[in-house]
């Protein structure tokens, strides 16, 4: 019963559209796995992946715990796919993030819910990440280049930026989203590009396309709870 409370005071708060509206994404994303005959560890990813994302956008601290599972199969997805920039990213940075996440979101909630209080970077922070970012993107693909992976660039491009996009999700940014709005179109972009050519990928796809939906949703959300505080 306890357990049951638990998993009942996580979706406390969340909207009559949202009620509906993720779950059934969720539900048809299974579907559409099955009749394909899509890779059940990509369904997995995708599942959890949706889930963190929308637990992560409410503010619960319990979106790492279904990110860690996500974070583990997309792993392998990448590595078998070529995806060296994302593999290291997944397996060697959002893993222990998503750890330190949990503690770091934990000390920062709202007395009133179980939900995160959010922040926002100075106009400085936003420069320095921002360029930074871009210059690594840069540097990082002449790496990915030179070991011959699939992709380089936009792997390179979505691999940096959503090392500063975790950064920033840990930190409680509403700067995150705008970073993973762009992080999940190139990505999307990329595993269109495997699954035409052979790869047994579509719920990967999927999956990214409904990151990309989110991410515009929870700017929206983020971005006027901080303009209601303020």
């Known amino acids: 019963m306890k357990l049951l409370k638990l998993i009942k005071s996580e979706f406390e708060g969340f909207g009559r559209v949202e009620k509906i509206f993720f779950p059934l994404v969720i539900i048809l994303t299974v579907i559409i796995s099955f009749l394909t005959e899509d890779n059940k560890i990509a369904l997995v990813s995708a599942v959890c992946g949706m889930s963190y994302t ?3 956008g409410k503010g619960r601290v319990s979106c790492y715990f279904i990110g860690m599972t996500g974070t583990v199969c997309y ?3 990448s590595f078998i796919n070529g995806f060296y920039g994302n593999l290291a990213l997944y397996s060697l940075y959002y893993f222990p993030m998503e750890i330190i996440g949990i503690f770091k979101w934990s000390k920062n909630l709202k007395k009133s819910s179980r939900e995160i209080i959010k922040t926002r970077l100075s106009s400085r922070s936003r420069y320095i990440y921002f360029g930074s970012a871009a210059i690594l993107s840069v540097l990082f693909c002449f790496i990915l280049r030179y070991f011959n992976a699939s992709n380089p660039y936009i792997d390179a491009f979505t691999t940096i930026f959503s090392v500063l996009g975790q950064l920033l999700t840990v930190k409680r ?3 995150q989203w705008y970073i993973w709005f762009f992080v999940n179109l190139f990505s999307m972009i990329m ?3 495997a699954y035409i050519n052979g790869s047994n990928c579509l ?3 999927i999956m990214w396309a409904v990151y ?4 515009v949703y929870f700017l929206w959300q983020w971005k006027k709870e901080l303009a209601d505080v303020h």
Do not use: K, N
Not at 212 to 215: F, M
């Open 54 to 56: 929308i637990l992560a």
């Open 75 to 77: 792993s392998y997805l």
């Open 173 to 175: 940014c509403v700067e």
């Open 191 to 193: 595993w269109i590009i």
């Open 203 to 205: 719920t990967t796809v």
């Open 212 to 215: 990309l939906v989110l991410s």
